[in-house]
């Protein structure tokens, strides 16, 4: 039996944009059809497509809560690999989402630190999707813990412990 091997090779900068060009078409067409004003903006970042929604005033704010971002997220990245044929990690932002998905993710590392601080062991932290759990270890290592993931599917979850 011969096994075979593939090689996988990071996007290029031109094929990120490409993602970001095709996620931007597709909500577009959907705040069209929810009939929501909204502004995209597209950047590549770390090996990855950024596309973020902005508009004025309160009309994201039904758009920007934590689990419809990553629905909508996950519906986008479906769309582009349709459109594309190759697997998406692109990163949406809604309304600045993830900048205030982040302020909520120190808040907890730093609850936890409070725990290690208090003496316990380990501190575990709620389940969470891949891009939050990489912001923990992040933020974890910023703040001199170490950070394990463990847990499978939707119950994978973060350890922080102190070094």
């Known amino acids: 039996m011969s096994e075979v091997v593939t090689e996988t090779t990071e996007p290029t900068v031109a094929e990120l944009e490409n993602e970001g060009d095709v996620a931007a078409d597709y909500l ?22 950024y596309v973020s929604v902005e508009a004025e005033g309160d009309g994201l704010a039904l758009l920007s809560a934590p689990d419809t971002v990553q629905a909508l997220q996950e519906l986008t990245r479906l769309a582009v690999q349709n ?51 990489k912001l923990v270890h992040d933020i974890a290592a910023d703040r001199g813990l170490v950070s394990e993931s463990y847990g499978e599917g939707t119950d994978r979850h973060t350890v922080l412990r102190r070094r």
């Open 28 to 49: 577009e067409e959907l705040l069209d059809i929810a009939d929501i004003d909204g502004d995209l903006n597209l950047d590549v970042r770390q090996g990855r497509a």
């Open 83 to 133: 459109r594309t044929g190759s697997f998406s990690r692109l990163i949406l932002d809604i309304g600045g989402s993830r900048d205030t998905r982040r302020r909520q993710l120190e808040t907890l590392v730093e609850a936890a630190a409070v725990k290690l601080d208090e003496g316990s062991s380990q501190a575990s932290l709620p389940s969470m999707s891949s891009y939050e759990r």
